[in-house]
């Protein structure tokens, strides 16, 4: 790995002040993307920001949603998002037990990778992300292949998630990375229901078939996902991924709790 | 920089770059090459250690992130005399054949009994050691090694 100048602020303006002290900046969370990216030279920050110093880890309810800190752990919302059973799931099936000891909600949210889990339920549960300097609705947020609404700088300090009447996520998880080749994620609110699919395209995307077909009570055997705009890859074919999404919306349909 | 560890409850001074990784340090800056690296990618587990009793892949974690907390390696759990229960029974069940993932493996056994306790079936166990890759023993041993183990550490409250 390049060195780097390695700062350790106390307080949100101080990290950004760091981060915008010259050349080129990150934002340092659980590590378990940046630093890899890093041992392979794909990213060579001249510094990193460490955010574990500001207090922003912890999951608390305010009426109907469900607020997680961006610090907090995937091991921490795998045992303490009860009042969201599937987003406590999804949690405890994100890599190995050593990445959720370390990997953050926050950090996930932030990179958008096309096969992380995180963003299904952020978009999933129509949640809304609070930053330094905004707030941003989850239909606004993911706009493609790593890219997300945050500018330069910006850090996610907390997401807010609608707790749903119930909800499930089905995910196909890529053997050797345990990343979603395709992930599902269902959840039914009294205004509608709401289906994110995550691992099959570019992004994260919601499937608008599969919410009108479910909000319409004609279930979810019918739906199908046109291949066209699906990734291929050595993992899978776009066709492929297309079935599967079918096939992982009736699972999580399935086990809606 | 200047980095002060505290591993198996004593404190080290390492000075090295920012980007030195915890198990540089380990190995390359104190000598404590019972951590290994198998991997480059964060997937193998062969450098797991216990940060405040929590397993981790020490390859993927800045030595500096973990000032401040207790460091367990592996060369912190027993002595050749009287091995840890989760070692003794890893030589006991043949847990291990070249060894090279075995370090890996204990540290984490030892985080499955501190979320699951000691009592383990080898389903759970299996599905719980997804983050340690071992290319010798075709994991069978090391299911019964960490069953075993955990069932001796509720006997000598280890
Ligand atoms: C072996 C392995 C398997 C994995 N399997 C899965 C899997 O199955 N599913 C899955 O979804 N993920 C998986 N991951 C990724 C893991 O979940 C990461 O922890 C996560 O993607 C990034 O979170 P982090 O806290 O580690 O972020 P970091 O690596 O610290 O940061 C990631 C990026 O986000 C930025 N960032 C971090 N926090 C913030 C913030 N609060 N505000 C703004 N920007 C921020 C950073 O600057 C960086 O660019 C895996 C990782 C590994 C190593
Ligand atoms: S060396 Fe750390 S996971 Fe392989
Ligand atoms: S015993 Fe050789 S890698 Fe596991």
């Known amino acids: 790995m390049h060195d780097f100048a390695l700062h350790r602020p106390r307080s949100l303006s101080e990290a950004t002040a760091q981060f915008a002290s010259g050349g080129e900046a990150a934002y340092l969370a659980g590590g378990h993307t940046l630093l890899p990216a890093m041992k392979s030279r794909l990213r060579m920050p001249d510094a990193l920001v460490d955010l574990s110093g500001l207090g922003l880890s912890g999951i608390h309810r305010e009426g109907d949603r469900l607020w997680i800190g961006a610090m907090t752990r995937h091991a921490d919302v795998a045992s303490g998002a009860t009042a969201i059973p599937a987003l406590a799931s999804l949690a405890a099936g994100i890599g190995d037990a050593q990445v959720r000891n370390r990997g953050t909600l926050g950090g996930s949210v932030a990179n958008n990778d096309p096969a992380a889990d995180y963003p299904a339920a952020v978009l999933g549960l129509d949640a809304v992300v609070e930053t330094d300097r905004a707030t941003h609705a989850a239909d606004d947020f993911f706009q493609g292949m790593f890219t997300t609404a945050l500018a330069d700088g910006e850090i996610i300090t907390r997401i807010g998630f609608a707790i749903p009447q119930a909800a499930a996520y089905a995910k196909f998880r890529h053997p050797a990375s345990r990343y979603a080749i395709v992930g599902v994620f269902v959840a039914r609110f009294a205004a509608g229901w709401r289906v994110a699919v995550t691992g099959a395209g570019p992004g994260v995307f919601r499937w608008a078939e599969a919410e009108a077909a479910l909000a319409a009570g004609q279930g979810a055997n019918g739906v199908t996902l046109a291949a066209d705009d699906l990734n291929s890859d050595i993992h899978a074919g776009a066709e492929y991924r297309a079935h599967l999404a079918g096939v992982m919306l009736r699972q999580a349909v399935a086990t809606l709790a | ?158």
């Open chain 2, 1 to 158: 920089m200047q980095i002060t560890l505290s591993i198996n409850g004593q404190n080290h001074g390492v000075d090295a770059p920012a980007a030195t990784l915890l198990v540089e340090a380990l190995r390359d800056h104190l000598g404590l090459t019972g951590t290994h690296i198998g991997c480059d990618t964060s997937q193998c587990g062969a450098c797991h250690v216990l940060l405040d009793g929590v397993a981790v892949k020490a390859c993927t974690v800045l030595a500096a992130q973990a000032q401040g907390q207790a460091i367990t390696t592996i060369e912190g759990l027993g002595t050749q005399q009287a091995l840890h229960p989760m070692q003794q029974a890893f030589r006991d069940a043949h847990g291990l054949q070249c060894g090279f993932c075995t370090p890996g493996m204990v540290m984490a056994g030892l985080e499955i009994v501190r979320r699951h306790g000691t009592q383990l079936t080898p389903e759970l166990v299996a599905h719980e050691l997804e983050g340690n890759l071992c290319r010798c023993t075709g994991y069978m041993n090391i299911i019964k090694a960490i069953v075993a183990g955990a069932a001796a550490m509720e006997q000598s409250h280890a």
